[in-house]
């Protein structure tokens, strides 16, 4: 007889709980900070295009480096709110079954 005692929860005899996101949830957080800094390289280039006169290869290269790294660093930080917030909203609801 397999019934959950005190130190063991219901749902141990099924699959184990875990606090990590799924894997897709993963990847696409991956995905979504390089797109986000793909976006980030290209408004700092743009930038700096927009404003620079002449020879500036060595300027639109740093605010295009500046730029992707600010705006992967930013997306970085909203997607791991949103993994962290999915993992909560999965506890609560196995909490609630």
């Not at 927009?50 to 290869?57: A, E, W």
Request: hydrophobic share 50%.
């Amino acid at each position: 007889m397999n019934t959950p005692g005190p130190t063991q929860s219901p749902s141990s005899s099924g699959a184990a709980l875990s606090a990590l996101p799924s894997r897709t949830a993963r990847a696409l957080a991956f995905v979504a900070i390089l797109v986000g800094g793909f976006a980030g390289g290209l408004i700092g280039f743009a930038l700096v295009d927009v404003q620079c006169t002449g020879n500036c290869s060595t300027s639109k290269a740093i605010g295009a480096g500046v730029g992707a790294v600010v705006a992967a660093i930013g997306t970085a930080v909203v997607a791991v709110l949103v993994l962290r917030a999915m993992g909560e909203w999965r506890e609560i609801q196995d909490r609630q079954r």
